[in-house]
């Protein structure tokens, strides 16, 4: 018989910030980065934050009907210029569905404040271009920003 045992590690979430932009308009992607609507906010850790989540619900499709890629980018400043703190692709979004898709970045802690916001580009033709925030009926969806401490 074999025993296990577990070493149980008590993180708590700290300093929660939500925003549901309910004032977006749909974009069409291009092989440029451009700014995401309702992605942008200010935050400050917790004081004794080891990592900061950020987490951004959305929806995409195809401006076709072929599946599309999205390259995305969570920038920050703290005031002065823009760096890029990390890079993610996502690949689907076809026509004929509701994507729902999750951008989530796990973030080493920092001081002070930082104003974060995701950037979105594509590789494909005008044809592919993702369309962001409404589905293939032209239904708008709320993007859903969530930014929080790890203590």
Do not use: C
């Not at 296990?4 to 932009?21: F, L, Q, R």
């Not at 689907?92 to 580009?121: E, I, M, Q």
């Not at 271009?129 to 009926?137: F, K």
């Amino acid at each position: 018989v074999y025993k296990m045992s577990y070493i149980k590690k008590s993180n708590t979430i700290e300093k929660v910030y939500k925003n549901i932009e309910t004032s977006v308009s749909t974009q069409l992607g291009s092989s440029s980065y451009v700014n995401i609507e309702g992605s942008s906010a200010s935050y400050e850790p917790h004081e004794n934050a080891q990592y900061i989540v950020y987490e951004f619900i959305f929806v995409s499709h195809s401006n076709s009907s072929v599946n599309h890629n999205l390259f995305l980018a969570l920038t920050y400043d703290t005031g002065g210029s823009e760096t890029v703190q990390e890079y993610l692709g996502i690949t689907d979004g076809n026509n004929d569905g509701h994507y729902a898709l999750k951008a989530k970045f796990l973030v080493p802690t920092y001081s002070g404040s930082r104003n974060w916001k995701l950037k979105f580009r594509t590789s494909q033709g005008a044809n592919w271009y993702p369309r962001l925030h409404e589905d293939e009926d032209v239904n708008v969806f709320y993007p859903t920003l969530l930014i929080y401490s790890i203590t």
